[in-house]
């Protein structure tokens, strides 16, 4: 009798088994599929970026380009060993650190910029090879294989985000140079020694690639951080993911964001990838960006703690006026205020948490409610409190900024 039930039991967890293989198939189907749909009509090089966190670039005009070099004429400058004496009109229109790709024929396709990972692939109709890019750094000139010099980095600091800063005005502006030929595209996928606006031009021989660092264009940037992503989904509670609902906040945060002229916004990510958390810091830190903002939601296993609570570094700034804990002081009142969640006191992570403990600059963690207590779940998974939020953010960068200049 016990071996007859012992049986029948094993039976059905089999089934069970079967069954939920069956459906976990059939919903990764699905899930291909619709992603091949939504492509159908992108080129087979969109199609496989679509989940990542970067963005088409189009060319520009010359007039975009911001720089422009006054040592054009100049015997053995970078640019004469190119064209010698005859330099093109757009030549001369570059800046002091430049790309050239050859065309040789080819039919520019698209242009991807990951620009958090310091990366762009160039996409071309036809063939190029390593030694038809070619890199003016200053007055120095280098093709083929980037020149890097190897960078000893002790034990201890093996885990801190490494800053990635060129050294010198004519070091070569890549780190890596790959070309991959499939069918009849090639990729000459860059990698770049730090964190560049990228202009893109083109004139009958070459595709310019004109890099400028950011906080030589800008007077001020703020970097956007919407936490977790991909595989971590962070915290969880009734059916909603964390990292939905921080996406969400921050994608409501660009809106505003994009209407006003005063500040250079990046962001980590704007769609459902995972840059690690050195990744996140070392952007913010290349960018030398005047502050910081991560969005994330919070959690506690007993269920009645509640309310918006902002971690921050006391070291950060601990001198200055304006500081770490000042802007984390600004964004909690504001958040506060404007979804009706309870303030909760501060939280100083300056020596536990990774993107907070390495940030250079005043940084704020806004935890959007507790998704393990009900009513903060019920406030923060709707889109008014979420657009509450993101104005309440914005809110506070604007106040931040007037406190940074008084």
């Known amino acids: 009798m016990a071996e007859n039930r012992i049986k029948k039991v094993r039976q059905y967890c089999v089934s069970v088994m079967v069954l939920c293989l069956a459906m976990f198939g059939v919903y990764t189907v699905q899930e291909k599929t619709g992603w091949q749909n939504v492509n159908a009509e992108a080129s087979e090089d969109q199609e496989e970026r679509v989940e990542t966190s970067g963005q088409l670039i189009v060319l520009g005009d010359a007039e975009a380009v911001t720089g422009g070099h006054a040592d054009t ?61 070619l890199r003016v750094s200053g007055n120095a000139l280098y093709t083929g294989e980037p020149v890097v010099e190897e960078v000893f980095i002790p034990e201890e600091l093996k885990n801190v985000p490494l800053v990635r800063e060129p050294k010198k005005t004519d070091e070569d502006s890549l780190l890596s ?49 919407p936490g977790h992503g991909g595989i971590d989904t962070g915290t969880s509670g009734g059916g909603f993911y964390e990292s939905h609902i921080n996406l969400a906040v921050v994608k409501y945060l660009k809106e505003l964001l994009d209407e006003q002229e005063n500040w250079k916004v990046y962001y980590t990510r704007l769609n459902n990838t995972l840059p690690d958390l050195s990744t996140r810091v070392e952007f913010a830190n290349a960018l030398h960006a005047d502050m910081l903002v991560s969005v994330h939601c919070n959690h506690n296993p007993v269920s009645a703690v509640n309310g918006v609570e902002v971690l921050y570094s006391k070291v950060q700034g601990a001198e200055d006026a304006f500081n770490s804990k000042v802007l984390a002081e600004i964004c909690s009142a504001y958040v506060s205020e ?69």
């Open 177 to 225: 140079l790959a070309i991959e030929e499939k069918g009849d595209l090639t990729r000459v996928m860059l990698e770049f020694n730090s964190v560049y606006e990228v202009t893109v031009t083109e004139d009958e021989e070459f595709y310019y690639l004109s890099l400028v660092r950011p906080h030589e264009k800008y007077d001020h940037i703020v970097v956007i951080d």
């Open 338 to 406: 404007a979804t009706g969640l309870k303030e909760r006191p501060l939280v100083d992570r300056s020596t536990n948490l990774h993107i907070i403990k390495y940030c250079n600059m005043p940084m704020a963690l806004i935890e959007f409610g507790y998704m393990s207590n009900r009513k903060d779940l019920s406030i923060i998974t709707t889109e008014e409190a979420q657009r509450a939020c993101a104005e309440a953010i914005y809110r506070s960068i604007e106040t931040a900024f007037e406190k940074a200049e008084q």
């Open 73 to 133: 004429e100049v015997e053995d400058s970078a640019w004469s060993q190119i064209f010698g004496t005859e330099i093109p009109e757009l030549a001369k229109k570059q800046g002091n650190s430049c790309v050239l790709i050859k065309k040789n024929g080819t039919e520019l396709d698209t242009i991807f910029e990951e620009m958090v990972y310091r990366k762009i692939t160039v996409s071309l109709k036809g063939s190029v090879t390593k030694e038809d890019v």
